[in-house]
Structure formats: C-alpha cells, structure tokens
Antibody
Framework: QVQLQESGPGLVKPSETLSLTCAVSGYSISSGYYWGWIRQPPGKGLEWIGSIYHSGSTYYNPSLKSRVTISVDTSKNQFSLKLSSVTAADTAVYYC???????????????WGQGTLVTVSS | SYVLTQPPSVSVAPGKTARITCGGNNIGSKSVHWYQQKPGQAPVLVIYYDSDRPSGIPERFSGSNSGNTATLTISRVEAGDEADYYCQVWDSSSDPSGVFGGGTKLTVL
C-alpha cells in the first residue's frame, strides 16, 4: 500500500522560505510516475503547486513558478517543496500526492498524504 | 490561463441523482478528473480520464465530458456522499498547469 507523509515546520515567518518533505513508503519513487504538491487555504479550494517526474523533470503552477522549487531524492525515497518569499496568502494545508500510473501527464493524483498546515506569521 | 467553473453548491435528496458540472472552454478536448473531499480529509480520486473509476469507487459514480461541460453524476445518492467535489484538468498550453475547479459542496437533504 502506497503511503505519503508530509513533514516540515508548521509556522514560517513572512519573507522566509517554506520547506516541506514528502516521505513515500510502499513504492520506490525511482520506479516511475509523477509526484506532486497541492495546497488548500483554510476554507478554500485546491490549488496545484507543481509536479516532478521520477527522473527530475518538473512542472510548476505559472502563478507560483518564480518562487517554487520541487526536487526528488530517490536515495531517501522522498520529494520536497520549497516556496520562497512567503506571505500570509501562502497559509494553507499542503498535500503531497502521487500521479496515477500510466498517465499521459502529471495529473491526476491517486494517493495523497494527510496534509500539513503551514501558517505564515511573524 | 485555463479556467474551470463549478457551481458552489448542489443539493439532492437521498436516493436521487446528483449532477455536478465543470465548465471550461472546449473542455471536451481535455481529460477531466474528479475528486471528493470530506471535512478534515485529503481528497480522494473518484473519476479520472472523464469516466474511469479507480478501484474501490462505487459504480454509482460516473462521469462524462463533451463540448464546454464535464459532468460528475452520482446515482442513488447516500448521506455519505455529502462532500466537496473538485474537477481538474491538465492544461497543456505554453505554460502547462494542473488546474482545479473552484469546488462544489454537495448537500444531501
């Protein structure tokens, strides 16, 4: 059974960099598929942040592209998100997820982490 | 950028059929995916590639996509189907993006 678990600071100061890691178990990232990050501000809808292929190629949300970096560490079977210059508008539950097998693109997502709330505040 | 439009809310009586729409410019030319999200939980994929159901999703959930509208249909609605539903597409334009609709709150009366 594939499982994903987000980890990282729950509180980040404005203008600093948000860093999260998604640990994957039950499947080897190096074997394939896309891996993504999605966020959801409190009481609002879902927003796709970006996705990375197991080989390292990436796609980013155009509205966040200048601030986002997604990377993969196959040796630790995990992938990571960095979002720079954060503001209160970046406060959200952040989810990591796996792209479905045999997909022609980075979406949809079939396995999701439980999500982690990140608050941006001084 | 590509925009997906969903009604904010849909209400249906138990045992009836719920239809949740997702509008977008020529969305019929794209593959549409649907997620169900219950309060405090991560989203669950219920329909992908317009009409395919992942393993474990009841046959009561079905999808269609044509023209400018995709539709998620839930037959014989149960109280447990009450949730937020989101559509998603992959917009493979010059700046590719995995776009979500704004979400629809399904209320079972």
């Amino acid at each position: 059974q594939v499982q994903l678990q987000e980890s990282g600071p729950g509180l980040v100061k404005p203008s600093e960099t948000l860093s999260l890691t998604c640990a994957v178990s039950g499947y080897s990232i190096s074997s394939g598929y896309y891996w993504g990050w999605i966020r959801q501000p409190p009481g609002k809808g879902l927003e796709w942040i970006g996705s990375i292929y197991h080989s390292g190629s990436t796609y980013y949300n155009p509205s966040l592209k200048s601030r986002v970096t997604i990377s993969v560490d196959t040796s630790k079977n995990q992938f990571s998100l960095k979002l720079s210059s954060v503001t209160a508008a970046d406060t959200a539950v952040y989810y990591c997820a796996r792209g479905v097998p045999d997909s022609s693109g980075p979406v949809p997502f079939d396995y999701w982490g439980q999500g982690t709330l990140v608050t941006v505040s001084s | 950028s590509y925009v997906l439009t969903q009604p904010p809310s849909v209400s249906v009586a138990p045992g009836k059929t719920a239809r949740i729409t997702c509008g977008g410019n020529n969305i019929g030319s794209k593959s549409v995916h649907w997620y169900q999200q219950k309060p405090g939980q991560a989203p669950v994929l219920v329909i992908y590639y317009d009409s395919d159901r992942p393993s474990g999703i009841p046959e009561r959930f079905s999808g269609s996509n044509s023209g400018n509208t995709a539709t998620l249909t839930i037959s014989r609605v149960e109280a447990g189907d009450e949730a937020d539903y989101y559509c998603q597409v992959w917009d493979s334009s010059s700046d590719p993006s995995g776009v979500f609709g704004g979400g629809t709150k399904l209320t079972v009366l």
